[in-house]
């Protein structure tokens, strides 16, 4: 029998959902409290969206998400079924006929103008509104094959496991099928037979276990009872000195490829999600310290490696390589641990925007999307304020009063929106406003009154935007109650830098403005390149250098009074650190340039030796030393010294001044 | 004899993707449109593996599954959830109600299969 | 600083108190003396890492105990000439709550003395005249054996200067 093709019958089954829709969405525009078909249209939807997805449509599942999300609210009562929000979501159904016909075309701009009518339907609520996410399928814990192996496994399963479905038997034959396997049932826990209940399991296991294959496909064998069993994995190694790799299974985290937890696409917007999952409250500070326990932990390792590493004990070695491995994987569960979804960040938003709105006479809708992002904890502590600064500028700043708005033919209800996603390492925060935008003319005027440019001076558009972040820049005319309160921009910037972020800002006149931070995932552990200036050791940031190249002696001397290497086609300024440290010492004879770059603009900085890259815990500088903007933090080494760590956003500025100077004196 | 499947899912086409899978890896397959059909049809046989979506009209898969485990003959069916929730409120639910394995929507047929072949031991 | 307000640091160090608990240590041949309840450790020298740009008086830093902590040369506030470092030396290990924060320094000294107990009675503000050094810095003197042991107002001295200064661009 041939079977027909899966994505035909989808296109079918699908128009037949959206006529589904179709009706009932029709049916409760004369009864909008027809519980029957809110529930009818609600499953439509959520069928449509979860198939969609299955079968790569993947802007119909995205788009679908938000009015199934909408009909899942009404759905519980969280918000009226209303003539406008049953309107919204019809015509949001005519558009997923369109995704459904080309579900690759281009449909950005017709999605979001839906989305925004559906946003105004359900009234400001709070509509999450960002696009699913797909997270690719967690991949097999990477143990490699490599050669036969002895395990020993220990399990016991819950008593009633086999009421649910499970079958011992079955668990232990898999394990058969892995290799040569020795099984022991251990009776200790067995009750006696009067108070025995046949369906119930008392045994333990004891399985000795020689096998070529991972250890992840030791674990795939129990699955699905993985979060109630008790599992130890331990490998027999006879060739090694210390008892190996005594992982407890942990039920949290998804280890096989097969049990696979694909994000689906409504999870990233349910703040209940949260506080759904089992939870332990751990004191904040006690996490603290044992990051500062595993950071010293990773110290000590990397003293030990340099140790095993001259040594000719090949023991030693195999201990020094688990230990390193080991403290890797603690280092990372870690920094899991101090991971937070930035919705406690965003939900403390509401009240503001609630107050600032009675407070301006301005009528405000905030948006908050991606809230379940996650960012160190530290990060979500620090960028507190700078947040809250930006939303107060965007409305007071920003939003124009309703009759100015509605003069300029945008709704009354100005909106701010709150997103925040994760790109590679980075999690980035937007503060969008829908309101006037930012006055050129008077960013222009204010810098030039206070002598931040020349009179007339010819700046890019984004240079003069930038003007807002200077210290004791503020454009409001008034100092109103809200913003004009002497912490500027130029605060919310240095904290931004200070989480070795990035701050943006776009600005269109008439249409509003969005700031953009980019923050780094984690502040904690840092990739860095090690190298020695004078006597001193310091880090550089990985993630920042483009290169390293060789500088002669001679060369140095030649561009003395330039200080520009000329990298393949372009002008690089450079820095000597040795001058900007003043060690005093003599260059190295072999020195290299090490190029960093932010964004578009590097810088070279040229250092006596490169002496390799560094697994970096950062520590933070002390108030003492919050003066010395050079550096961004300190380092623990090996050898227990402590190095400094650079502060590319500020070496990148100093050059770029340089440069600066250099050009103006011709 | 090869094992019976029975497969619950309000949309067509992921029954039909749930077949063919399962179809391809010599199950012997049952289809049912929603939580009522597949009691029914779970009362009237005798099956080895049931997968079963969470949303459906008429009786959801909770509903199915604990109305299912009251029943003696069928008490020890491996219950699997294929579903777009993620929910760990649902997920200890499901549990609670009975559930051997879940796996969440949009899923790779083999991984289906797969684990068929965990619960199944074939 | 007023006669009043060095009265209410005077004040606020002895509270109610009629005896401190303190831990003197010598700098430049002068005693100085510190609260017992603030130091949290005495060390040897330790290998120190200069930190380019910095005030000379907080110039460098260290590894206590996998925590990077400033090490400050207290003297240079005082006004004192920097010393080598003998055999003697001593680096004192402060907690201090600066700005809500609180902040572990070292403290170099030449010689850590003793823990003892000065009186309240033989104690006075710094006069507001006639000192070498800045008044301020200065919580009170208490008069011991014909000397004058110096209780430095350490608040005072860390407070932290919100001027952020970086190193200048390189002069070519």
Known sequence: ?666 | MTAKILTVDDSASIRLTTRIALGNAGYTVTEAVDGLDGLNKLKGGEYDLVVTDLNMPNMDGLTMIRELRKLPAHTGVPVVFLTTESDGELKAQAKAAGATGWLTKPFDPESLVKIARKVLGR | MSEAARKLDHDAIWGADEDLSVLTFNLNGETFAIEATVVQEILDLLPETHVPGSKPFVSSVINFRGKVIPLSDIRLAFGMEAVEATIDSRIIVIELLLDDETTLIGIRTDKVNEVTTLPKVASEPPPSVGMRWRADYISCLVKRDGEFIIVPNLQAIFAPQRDRVGVAAGTN
């Open chain 1, 1 to 666: 029998m041939s079977n027909p093709d899966p994505i035909s019958v989808f296109r079918t089954e699908a128009a037949e959902l959206l006529e589904q829709i179709e009706s009932g969405l029709l049916d409760l525009t004369r009864r909008l409290d027809d519980r029957d078909q809110i529930d009818a249209v609600f499953r439509g939807l959520h069928t449509l969206k979860g198939s969609g997805a299955m079968f790569g449509f993947d802007q119909l599942a995205a788009f679908t998400h938000h009015c199934e999300t909408a009909f899942d609210r009404v759905r519980k009562g969280d918000v009226p079924a209303t003539q406008e929000l049953v309107s919204a979501v019809l015509s949001a159904q005519d558009h997923m006929r369109a995704l459904l016909e080309t579900p690759n075309g281009d449909h950005d701009a017709v999605s979001a103008a839906l989305l925004e009518g559906l946003h105004r339907a359900v009234n400001g609520a709070g509509m999450p509104a960002s696009a699913p996410q797909h997270v690719e399928a967690v991949a097999a814990a990477g143990d490699d094959a490599g050669g036969m192996r002895e395990w020993r496994i220990r399990f016991s399963l819950p008593t009633n496991a086999m009421a649910n479905g499970t079958n011992p038997l079955g668990l232990l034959d898999e394990m058969r099928d892995l290799g040569e396997c020795t099984i022991v049932a251990d009776t200790a826990k067995v009750p006696s037979l009067d108070a025995l209940d046949p369906r119930d399991i008392h045994l333990h296991w004891l399985v000795t276990l020689k096998t070529e294959r991972p250890r992840s496909e030791i674990e795939d064998v129990f699955i699905f009872v993985m979060d109630e069993m008790e599992l130890d994995i331990t490998e027999i190694a006879a060739e090694r000195p210390v008892a190996a790799a005594a992982a407890k299974v942990e039920p949290a985290a998804p280890l096989t490829p097969v049990f696979t937890e694909r994000e689906p696409p409504q999870a990233a917007n349910d703040p209940k999600q949260n506080k759904t999952a089992e939870n332990v409250r751990v004191p904040a500070e006690r996490l603290d310290e044992m990051m500062d326990r595993v950071g010293e932990l990773v110290i000590a390792q990397s003293r030990l490696t340099q140790l095993a590493g001259t040594a000719a004990d090949l023991g030693l070695r195999s201990v020094s390589e688990e230990i390193e491995r080991l403290s890797g994987e603690l280092r990372d569960t870690m920094m899991v641990l101090r991971m937070m979804p930035v919705a406690s960040l965003f939900s403390r938003f509401r009240r503001l925007v609630h107050d600032l709105s009675r407070e301006t006479g301005k009528e405000i809708e905030l948006i908050t999307e991606g809230e379940s992002t996650e960012v160190d904890k530290t990060v979500i502590d620090r960028l507190a304020d700078p947040l809250v600064h930006l939303v107060r500028n965007s409305i007071d700043h920003g939003l124009e009063q309703p009759d100015e708005r509605v003069a300029a033919g945008k709704p009354a209800k100005g909106r701010v929106a709150l997103s925040a996603h994760q790109t590679g390492g980075e999690v980035i925060i937007t503060i969008k406003d829908d309101g006037r935008g930012i006055n050129r003319d008077r960013v222009r005027a204010k810098a030039e009154a206070s002598g931040l440019i020349q009179p007339g001076a010819t700046l890019a558009d984004q240079d003069l935007l930038q003007l807002i972040f200077q210290p004791g820049f503020s454009t409001a005319q008034q100092v109103t109650n809200l913003s004009g309160r002497g912490v500027g921009m130029d605060v919310v910037k240095k904290t931004v830098e200070a989480l070795r972020g990035t701050i943006d800002i776009a600005s269109r006149p008439g249409e509003g403005s969005e700031v953009s931070l980019r923050i780094p995932l984690t502040l904690a552990i840092i990739e860095g390149l090690l190298v020695r200036v004078g006597n001193g050791s310091y880090v550089i940031p990985l993630s920042a250098v483009e290169e390293c190249l060789e500088i002669s002696l001679e060369d140095d001397v030649r561009s003395r009074g330039r200080s520009f290497i000329s990298l393949r086609d372009s002008l690089v300024p450079f820095l000597r650190l040795r001058e900007l440290f003043r060690t005093g010492t003599q260059p190295d004879p072999h020195q290299k340039v090490v190029v960093i770059s932010t964004g578009s603009e590097r810088v070279g900085l040229v250092v006596d030796q490169i002496i390799g890259d560094h697994q970096t815990v950062i520590k933070s500088m002390s108030k003492l030393h919050h003066d010395v903007v050079t550096f961004s933090g300190a380092t623990i080494l090996g050898d227990g010294s402590v190095a400094l760590i650079l502060d590319v956003t500020h070496l990148v500025a100093v050059g770029q001044q340089q440069e600066a100077q250099l050009r103006a004196a011709g």
